[in-house]
């Protein structure tokens, strides 16, 4: 059963994307951006802005995050939208439930930077947390949603197959994981998805490919060699037309010996975490991170805080 104040959200973001006939990427960066600004970031919340080794960044960080412990947080948008400021709120969240502090990243974003853009961007931020902020890998954990989510997925290959250290492990919320759209979901859940359109996945991947093919393992990580990544975390809802894309992702990984946790919640929406302010279901995907992330993060340091 959908709570009350899922319904609120779901009502909110029909009227917004039902306004728009037409894919327009304009409207898609406008609309993600006065979404993000519903959510109010807690007074008790300090941002500092950062530069994370020429990437434009935010360090968000709740009053119970511990300094040794970071989030690497990729917000999502489609490659062509999405901010820091669309995500503070989400990122604020994270970090309280955490006991974490969030890097959240402003990386390039296309059409204006297509593929590797993004990549170049969440690599050199990882790597100037380890090399420069003296950050452990086993006290990191990468994470995103929606292309941020396939972005943590291709970060942790690209990462593993440049002989860097990979981190404790990484969370997906959502993760659009194949660009060459061969879901089913992506067509059976249309009618049920009030979110994201089979339209705007389309035009959103050929923005970001660019000249690319779609099913390039770094641009779209379902087709990669996903031998060694280190735990996942997916969180997906069923009506949604990227189910297909978690579920995917997670048995490849699986059968490549990786330990991953899917979570496919009934009914919910394409990152319903993010709506943790107004519905019970989105605080409670948010409680699962948290504690994920505790479970994974290096041990002794849950135990001091």
């Given amino acids: 059963m959908v709570s009350e104040g899922m319904k609120r959200v779901i009502d909110l973001i029909s009227q917004m994307t039902g306004e728009v006939s037409e894919f327009s990427l304009e409207a898609t960066r406008e609309g993600l951006e006065q979404l993000g600004k519903m959510a109010k970031i807690p007074k008790d919340v300090i941002i500092e802005s950062v530069n994370a080794g020429g ?38 969240e994270v970090s309280r439930e955490s006991k974490a502090r969030v890097l959240l990243i402003d990386y390039r974003l296309a059409p204006e930077h297509v593929f590797p853009a993004a990549i170049v961007d969440s690599t050199k931020a990882y790597r100037w947390l380890i090399s420069k902020e003296g950050m452990l890998p086993n006290n990191v954990i990468i994470g995103g949603d929606s292309a941020g989510g396939g972005l943590t997925i291709a970060t942790l290959v690209k990462l593993r197959d440049e002989g860097d250290k990979l981190p404790a492990g990484a969370f997906c919320l959502s993760p659009w994981t194949d660009l060459a759209n061969t879901g089913e979901t992506i067509q059976t859940n249309a009618d049920k998805d009030p979110f994201v359109s089979p339209t705007e996945l389309e035009e959103m991947s050929k923005l970001y490919s660019g000249n690319k093919n779609a099913k390039d393992p770094l641009i779209s990580p379902l087709y990669a060699d996903l031998s060694g990544l280190p735990p996942l975390l997916i969180q997906v809802g069923t009506a949604e037309i990227l189910l297909d894309d978690s579920r995917r992702v997670a048995d490849r990984a699986i059968e490549a010996g990786v330990d991953v946790q899917l979570e496919i919640w009934e009914d919910m929406i394409h990152v319903f975490a993010a709506f943790g302010q107004w519905a019970p279901e989105g605080k409670e995907g948010i409680e699962q991170i948290g504690k994920f992330i505790q479970k994974h993060i290096r041990r002794e340091v849950i135990v001091a805080s």
């Fill in 55 to 92: 990437v434009p960044a935010e360090w968000i960080s709740a009053p119970n995050a511990l300094n040794d412990l970071v989030i690497l947080y990729l917000h999502g948008g489609g490659y062509a939208a999405g901010s820091i400021k669309s995500h503070e709120g989400l990122a604020a």
